[in-house]
């Protein structure tokens, strides 16, 4: 047991401690965020700012500019979700409920992916980065985290799926890169991703049954 800690925890073993501390704090955000948004309450979004700006720092510190580029537009995206989610009618219901994708937001994802796998491609070609074999998968991770994030500051059910890929790729990706922590976030926000997503179906068949 002590050789499989060993094996997960040894690249904290000269990490400083105030980085330890914001990955841990950052960890604990970044899963409320997630539990917040399974419940579909507006709480998802103060949290994972928080969450974003931790690891804001701390990719630039790891000089992981894929996933640091990720949080920036976590960032703008939940500030621009926070606002589409408060938004209430004339007797305070919630003008945006969760609904599935149509035609239009499919059009709309295919353009998300492609600027993104350009905008990353150019940066990982400015800092040299493309000579690493990851840099590959993580212009991909990067592409599908925009599409969900798109997707869930308007709602729409399939942002789930689109998470729940990026975090499976992202758990061995992170353990690859020597950041066990965030490897294990990605494990448990996968998990709670599919509960989410099992429990936004519900809703949303409830509301069509309802309509």
Request: hydrophobic content about 50%; overall charge neutral.
């Amino acid at each position: 047991m002590t050789d499989f800690f060993d094996l997960l925890f040894a690249p904290y073993k000269e990490y400083p401690l105030h980085l330890i501390i914001l990955e841990i704090s950052g960890f604990i955000f970044a899963v409320l965020s997630v539990i917040f948004s399974a419940r579909n309450s507006i709480w998802v979004y103060p949290t994972g700012i928080i969450s974003t700006l931790i690891y804001v720092y701390l990719l630039s510190h790891w000089k992981l500019y894929g996933d640091l580029i990720i949080n920036v537009y976590y960032f703008i995206m939940s500030i621009y979700g926070w606002y589409i989610w408060s938004r209430k009618d004339s007797e305070h219901h919630s003008i945006t409920k969760i609904s599935s994708m149509n035609a239009k937001d499919s059009l709309t994802c295919v353009g998300i992916f492609m600027i993104s796998v350009i905008f990353v491609s150019a940066v990982y070609i400015h800092f040299g980065k493309f000579t690493e074999w990851w840099a590959y998968v993580d212009n991909l991770t990067t592409a599908l985290c925009f599409i969900g994030m798109w997707l869930l500051a308007k709602r729409k059910i399939e942002n789930w799926i689109f998470l729940i890929i990026a975090d499976i790729i992202s758990i061995p990706l992170y353990f690859i890169k020597g950041y066990t922590l965030s490897s294990i976030l990605y494990l448990f926000l996968t998990i709670v991703a599919i509960f989410g997503y099992l429990a936004w179906k519900k809703t949303l068949q409830n509301n069509i049954q309802t309509a």
